[in-house]
């Protein structure tokens, strides 16, 4: 064999073993990393993460490495956390370490660090300090939130009252009336529900949040720093969410165009008010354009999003329980009766609905992955140590379905949630809007929606299923990034 034959076959030989080498080396420098799979150069943990099952396959690696490991998401370093206490004692106990949005690299395109729900650091700080001040002096201002979703709930009814009872896909019929109370707050008022641009953004929102979920997203997750230069299905999502920009971007030139400073309409005259008054002394301020448009579509898209889904899956369980549909009602009618409309402090006195509601969102788990997280600074986790910058994934669907703390975690029972007299019981593992720092901007006006919404939806209707209970099929449509629901039809009959 001649001499540069067998320089090609030790090269051959040698680079795959020296490329394993130095990522093996690179998994454990700059501190103690916990333990994980080993991974393949470029590939990383490919083998052991599915890209269709991403959240299922965490569970799997949890039971040998416990419950903080590491993997490589392709060439990107991942600190996965599963189960309720190391999940707190990450976001809670050393809340201000895992205070940084990790990369989300599916829609980092459009964001691109800025809005609050993907921002770091003081922009961070400023926006999520400003969108509570607003949503709260809105939300208690001339019309209360408990007002606005009373009102949209009357709207809903009288929508359900128009199918006599025919079967229906409620997929839009509950995007519509729950997007416009969050509607009401950043654009100053409510959609027609005939207005078919207002059809058009739901469906944009439903779509994205899909495509956030497939198995192409996360594999764009995984391998970015190619996949962005790639045609493909992993592309369909920095479109849609580039439609809502604009639609936005049109309703701040709208709002900017008819501006009174001194009489704010919604966020966005609160914000362009506050970016008027900074600018001139602080050209660099957070206060901009930019951040207007993408926290008003932070809160637009989460705010119609994760409610309508939770209420469409539990309206999917509820059929598949009607037992419960049934104690619900009844507790409804003891409670509230049948004529007066249904308020937010009612739910002090029933314990059942509460639970079954509770029980509704721990069992549907709408973000079972959570948001990633960053470390901001080198942090000393367990034993290990975590460099600065490190991704880590909270697995908030592995604290919903805690064996410790939930006896049976994965049937629909709403007694996780009532002590032995039927009172109402908290959990500390039920975290579905996460906790911490990073904890759900509009997790009080979600709670209040999605009991509103029940009992005055119950108060007026049955649910009737066109299969009988057996056979409806509660398995996520997708399962990734978001637990999808069912697509399915139902008949909402007059009680």
């Known amino acids: ?104 690299a599916s829609i980092d395109r459009n964001f691109q660090g800025h809005g609050v729900a993907l921002a770091n650091g003081d922009r961070w700080r400023i926006l999520r300090r400003f969108s509570l001040t607003v949503l709260r002096d809105f939300g208690m201002g001339k019309r209360s939130i ?39 707050l950043v654009f100053g008022s409510r959609f027609d529900y005939e207005d078919q641009q207002f059809l058009y953004l739901l469906r944009l929102i439903n779509e994205s ?76 301020t957070e206060f901009n354009l930019k951040n207007l448009v993408l926290t008003t579509l932070n809160l637009f898209f989460a705010g119609t999003e994760t409610v309508s889904s939770t209420l469409r899956y539990g309206f999917l369980l509820l059929m598949k329980h009607p037992e419960v549909e049934a104690k619900v009602q009844e507790e409804i009618d003891q409670v509230i009766g049948r004529h007066r409309i249904p308020k937010a402090e009612d739910r002090m006195q029933m314990p059942y609905t509460d639970a079954v509601i509770h029980e509704i969102q721990r069992f549907t788990d709408i973000v079972p992955m959570g ?19 490190t991704d880590v994934f909270p697995l908030i669907g592995s604290a919903l379905r805690d064996p410790k703390y939930f006896q049976k975690p994965e049937a629909f029972e709403p007694k996780h949630f009532l002590d032995e007299q039927g009172r109402f019981k908290k959990n500390e ?41 057996s056979e409806i099929d509660i398995t996520p449509k997708i399962s990734g990034f978001g637990n999808i629901p069912p697509t399915y039809k139902l008949c909402i009959v007059a009680r």
């Open 1 to 104: 064999m001649e001499f540069g034959g067998i320089i090609t076959l030790f090269l051959a030989l040698c680079v795959p073993c020296l490329a394993i080498l130095i990522a093996w080396k690179r998994m454990h420098k700059e501190g103690k990393l916990p333990p994980g799979p080993t991974p393949l150069p470029f590939l990383g943990n490919l083998l052991q993460v599915r890209t269709d099952a991403t959240f299922q396959s965490f569970l799997e690696l949890s039971k040998k490495y416990g419950p903080v490991f590491t993997v490589y998401m392709g060439p990107r370093r991942v600190v996965v956390l599963c189960g309720h206490e190391a999940v707190k004692e990450a976001l809670v106990d050393q809340a201000e370490e895992f205070s940084g949005r990790g990369e989300l």
């Open 209 to 284: 949040f899909i495509e956030m979920s497939t198995p192409w997203a996360q594999l764009y997750d995984m391998y970015s720093g190619i996949m962005q230069y790639l045609p493909g299905r992993h592309n369909k999502i920095y479109n849609l969410i580039e439609e809502l920009k604009d639609f936005i971007a049109s309703r701040v030139k709208i709002n900017e165009a008819s501006l009174d400073p001194n009489s704010p309409r919604d966020f966005i005259d609160c914000f362009l008010v506050r970016m008027h008054q900074i600018k001139k002394d602080n050209p660099q």
């Open 429 to 469: 593992a039920f975290v579905p809007f996460a906790s911490g720092k990073r904890v759900c901007l509009g997790e009080a006006m979600a709670r209040m929606e999605l009991f509103l919404y029940f009992t005055s939806i119950l108060q007026n209707f049955s649910l009737q299923s066109l299969v009988p209970p």
């Open 146 to 184: 408990e007002e606005r979703i009373q009102e949209e709930a009357g709207f809903l009814l009288e929508e359900f009252r128009k199918t006599k009872g025919d079967p229906i896909d409620p997929t839009f019929f509950l995007s519509r009336t729950v997007s416009n109370v969050i509607s009401s």
């Open 371 to 389: 948001v990633p997280h960053t470390v901001t600074r080198d942090t000393h986790f367990r034993g290990y140590v975590l460099p600065k910058g």
